[in-house]
């Protein structure tokens, strides 16, 4: 039998309201606003905590950028991924990447990135995903980079006393 991402009766998630953003679900009507905001964003991007090893982003056209939006949509409509457009009113500010763990003790993997010009929502970002992720999901162990911070949010310190 194969393990599910997520159980057959959980209703995912379609939208989301942190301080300062909202979530919807990626997909080809943000291709033009995705595409810019990362494109204006590639080395921020890749000094992301999480992002750091990644081959992601490179340069790419508008319509490569299409085909990628429209896997993620697809991977959300059979629920072996979850990707969310990190929004502030109609801007796409960010990313956030919800699959299956790479490995290790986690239940799930999150990497989330803001744009450059926004690169002071980080954090809050960070603060609020990790806290929705673990109320609002069947999940309790992240994979989720820790941002500079002195305090980690409760649920992302419970995921690391767990996995000592």
Known sequence: MVERFVPETFVVPTSFVGDGFRLEPLGPRHNERDHEAWMSSIEHIQATPGFEDSDWPT???????????QGHARDFRERTGFTYSILDGDEVIGCVYLYPPRGGDFD????????????????????SLSAWLTTAWPWERLDYAPRTSPAPAPAVRRARRRML
């Open 59 to 69: 340069p790419m056209s508008l319509e490569r950028n299409l085909q990628d939006l």
């Open 108 to 127: 799930v993997s999150v990497r989330s990135w803001v744009r450059a010009s926004r690169a002071e929502m980080d954090e809050p970002v960070w603060r």
